[in-house]
């Protein structure tokens, strides 16, 4: 190694190591990507403060909603990769990787997994008015008419589309798409099966549970391998006959590519200490969340498995990447 290219390395070294010991030393902002009121919403004004009171410094929420939830990443994509600008997302952030392919970034390469903050269900239901009332009763009704019930999903790639797509495909049925348009949310994609104007969909369930108290949406079976607390009466989906069925919604935390691996580590540890909380727990139990436990390269190789996992279910559905 020449002297130039010595005192570079070392240069390079100890301004990651400054970095990392000194991090944070101004505000830090987390970008979530569909909308206040959403799960990435909640949970970061949630964590925001836990992470405020670990560093001394202001922890802000951005929602930058829009562009089927993909300019939030692209804004933080094109951030500094310093640790101060980071995205908390879904596993959408995973997925998008293996489908959407005209994206102003690279959901993998331009962004590091930093931690894994929490799991939970979806639940998949249906409108009042289709008079489904069990998961075997979509199945035969979607099987009696091939091709002709409409499945719901807040858009192309997300997780509540690949999810139905891979119940879809374990139960042997046939259905048509029916993605949320330019602007809606959530809320309108649920609105849309209430009224009929889809029959079925995949939904996070603390988003359905106004609609399913209220008798307007039939909760059918959750998506996970254990029932949830919020709905204890309401089976999984593989207890409910589509064996070994399990697709959880999970959310994340990820800073962009380049951040110095001092800052990857502290980010990763001082979240994990922020999720330990009590009160915090207290808080994931009443909204049906499991904390997720991984170190920062576990979850990094779990995001990349789970892109994997969502090229595998697009491949066999038949899906042409957009």
Sequence with gaps: MSPRMALAFVFSLTLMLQTSGDYPTKPVRLIEPFGAGGGPDLMSRVLAPKLAEIWGQPVTVQNVPGAGATAGPAQVAKSPADGYTLLVSTSAQAYSAALLKNLPYDPLKDFIPVAPLTTQPYVVVTGKLTGITTVGELVAAAKAKPGQLKFGSTGMGTGSHLG???????????????????????????????????????????????????????????????????????????????????????????????????????????????????????????????PMNMTQPEFAHFVLSESESAARIIETAGIKPQ
Aim: aromatic share 8%; no cysteine.
């Design 164 to 290: 139905i797509e891979k119940f879809n495909l374990a139960a042997g049925i046939k259905a048509v798409h029916v993605p949320a348009r330019q602007g809606e949310g959530i809320a309108d994609t649920i609105a849309n099966v209430v009224a009929g104007r889809t029959d079925y969909m995949l939904a996070p369930i603390q988003f359905a549970l106004v609609e399913i108290r209220a008798g307007r949406l039939r909760p059918l079976g959750v998506s996970t391998m254990k029932r949830s607390s919020l709905m204890p009466e309401v089976p999984t989906i593989a207890e409910a006959g589509v064996a070994g069925f399990d697709y959880p919604i999970w959310y994340g935390v990820w800073t962009p590519a380049g951040t110095p691996a001092g800052v990857v580590d502290k980010l990763a540890k001082d979240i994990a200490r922020a999720l330990a909380a009590p009160d915090l727990r207290e808080w994931l139990a009443k909204h049906g969340a499991d």
